[in-house]
Nanobody, 126 residues
């Protein structure tokens, strides 16, 4: 089992920045691919960013098109943490942001991921 706990959400003006954190405990963190999803009111949960486990060649990242160049996902295996640095925030980024973990590094239906946090609210005012 893996437990995930997000933090760092809040209210920010458009153009501002926030960094979300996700603390993982339980199963070996280094063996997991980590993800950030978000869900706005009345909308389905959507993929935001993902990072593979670290191999001898490093790690790979994936981003949803609308956040490319603005958001950066990173991980610290020594601390069992994953981060989402969000810059140039827009009102349409407003959502509950969820951390997820899975043994596979693949973007698919959210129901396919093994582990989820409880979410943290991000609100971007115009």
């Amino acid at each position: 089992q893996v437990q995930l706990l997000e933090s760092g959400g809040g209210l920010v003006q458009a153009g501002g920045s926030l960094t979300l954190s996700c603390a993982a405990s339980g199963r070996s963190f280094s063996s997991l691919a980590m993800y950030w999803f978000r869900q706005a009111p009345g909308k389905e949960r959507e993929f935001v960013a993902g990072i593979s486990r670290i191999s001898w060649t490093g790690s790979s990242t994936l981003y949803e098109d609308s956040v490319k160049g603005r958001f950066t996902i990173s991980r610290n295996n020594a601390k069992n943490m994953v981060y989402l640095q969000m810059n140039s925030l827009k009102p349409e980024d407003t959502a509950v942001y969820y951390c997820a973990a899975d043994g596979a590094f693949v973007v698919t239906n959210p129901s396919k991921y093994d582990y989820w946090g409880q979410g943290t609210q991000v609100t971007v005012s115009s």
